[in-house]
């Protein structure tokens, strides 16, 4: 008994709706896995900046605070949450808003996993927070 095609190699040839296919189930994953990676770093950033944020409001102006009065030292809190920033690998903007209110922006960048493929190489995340200090008198309560 003879097996039919037994002769035959195979060509190893795609056709075009399979190779369609293949490319969108790569985008499709590529999408899945590089979005979640956007979500973390979006999560990461704001994270990263509330650090940054709390860091700065605590560089005091040591002479006001001497007086009684809460504020920040500008060039202190500044340095304090770019240290901050540099250290968590984010780059980032501080903002000394007023003598008690500090904002902090921070930009995470990460290569992405498979979208490079379509050319997209790496995702960029921003986060933001503020820092506002309150006085607690002795007594416990804010004022």
Known sequence: MTRPYAGEQG???ISAPMAVALI????????????????????????VAEEAARAAG???DRGQLRRGTAMVDRGAAVVAA???LAAAGA???????AAQRIRVEARITRPTVLLGLVGLT??????AAEAVLIAVPPAGEPT
């Open 82 to 84: 770019q240290d901050h």
């Open 122 to 127: 790496e995702i960029t995340s921003t986060g």
């Open 91 to 97: 780059a980032g903007q501080v903002t000394v808003l």
């Open 11 to 13: 060509g190893g040839a």
């Open 58 to 60: 605590q560089a005091l």
């Open 24 to 47: 969108a189930m790569l985008v499709a994953v590529g999408l899945g896995v590089d979005g979640v990676r956007a979500a973390q770093g979006l999560a990461t950033a704001d994270a």
